[in-house]
């Protein structure tokens, strides 16, 4: 059965304090690993997709990377404004159309100025 | 232009009442979902459906009834409301050959 588990639960941060997010997952066959943001109140709010493990992306002040086993967020001099619940999800194979992501719990994270 | 709409943002009724709520998305994706959040933020699929078409139906009571009219939109019915059905759905939408999803913006149900 695909799962994916979060840790830290919760996070607290100094503005400027880097750190790293985890996801380690247990998938069938990986067609997809996702990072999303959620604000409260909202929908979560997509930020990378990762297909093979070596690979990185980047946006602004994050950094995903992938493994066989697991990722990694990595948050660079955080800001207040960076403060939400992170989730992280994966696709297995064999896809099919309307496969769903499975989510992990994810983590929230709060910045303080 | 909202990509993912859903409504109402907010429901609250009360027990034994039958309530819906609706999705439309304007991406022209093939594929919609709906999901359950609940009050540990846990995202949990419920139903999958692919140009009208039901893909996953997860262990989901049958008083939860989806329905597709078109491939732009996913209503979930829900009969007899139940205490434990309170939480945040979520509809979601995909291209076929997906690359994550995008989600609105949430309905959060209370049964009182």
């Known amino acids: 059965e695909d799962q994916v588990t979060q840790s830290p639960e919760a996070l607290r941060l100094q503005e400027g304090e880097s750190s790293s997010l985890n996801c380690s997952y247990t998938?069938?066959?990986?067609?997809?690993l996702f990072w999303y943001r959620q604000d409260p109140g909202k929908g979560p709010e997509f930020l990378f997709t990762l297909y093979s493990a070596g690979e990185e992306k980047e946006k602004e002040r994050l950094k995903a990377t992938l493994t066989k086993k697991e990722s990694f967020l990595h948050i660079t001099a955080p800001k207040p404004e960076d403060s939400a619940t992170y989730l992280c999800?994966?696709?297995?194979?064999?896809?099919?159309?309307?496969?769903?992501?499975?989510f992990g719990k994810g983590t929230t994270l709060s910045v303080s100025s | 232009d909202t990509a993912v709409s859903q409504t109402p943002k907010y429901l609250v009724t009360q027990m034994g009442n039958d309530k819906s709520i609706k999705c439309e998305q304007n991406l022209g994706h093939d594929t919609m979902y709906w999901y359950k959040q609940d009050s540990k933020k846990f995202l949990k699929i419920m139903f999958s459906y692919n140009n009208k078409e039901l893909i996953i139906n997860e262990t989901v009571p049958n008083r939860f009834s989806p329905k597709s009219p078109d491939k732009a939109h996913l209503n979930l019915h829900i009969n007899s409301l139940e205490l434990g059905d309170s939480a945040v759905y979520f509809c979601a939408s995909s291209q076929r050959q997906g690359n994550g999803y995008t989600f609105g913006s949430g309905t959060r149900l209370t049964v009182v």
């Open positions: 998938v069938s066959g990986l067609r997809g």
């Open positions: 999800a994966v696709q297995g194979a064999p896809f099919q159309a309307g496969t769903a992501l499975i």
